[in-house]
């Protein structure tokens, strides 16, 4: 079994920063890669971004290049977003996910991925 547990989110005004967390538990770590979507109101859940357990080697959406930093801690089994120069359109629920099988650079479909946690809420005031 899975245990994923989002911590972090908040309130913040536009052009501020967040920092999220994901403590992970369970068979994870056969999986070798962690990765953040989000949800916003009546939208679908989208990719935001994914790493590599062992090699570090990270993805992002285009939308968040730059102002998004996805990372791990191997020895907590904790993956961070931490997030800058925040934008209203970043508002939503943000869940950190599994890879359903083998983890590679490029992995975003929707359905490749499990969400074993709550998610967390970012919300950013203009």
């Known amino acids: 079994q899975v245990q994923l547990v989002e911590s972090g989110g908040g309130l913040v005004q536009a052009g501020g920063s967040l920092r999220l967390s994901c403590a992970a538990s369970g068979r994870t770590f056969s999986s070798y890669g962690m990765g953040w979507f989000r949800q916003a109101p009546d939208k679908e859940r989208e990719f935001v971004a994914a790493i590599s357990w062992s090699t570090g080697t990270t993805d992002y959406t285009d939308s968040v290049k730059g102002r998004f930093t996805i990372s791990r801690d191997n020895a907590k089994n904790t993956v961070y977003l931490q997030m800058i120069s925040l934008k209203p359109e970043d508002t939503g629920v943000y869940y950190c996910?599994?890879?359903?099988?083998?983890?590679?650079?490029?992995?975003?479909?929707?359905?490749?991925?499990?969400?074993w946690g709550q998610g967390t809420q970012v919300t950013v005031s203009s």
């Open positions: 996910a599994v890879p359903k099988g083998a983890f590679y650079y490029g992995l975003r479909s929707l359905r490749s991925w499990d969400f």
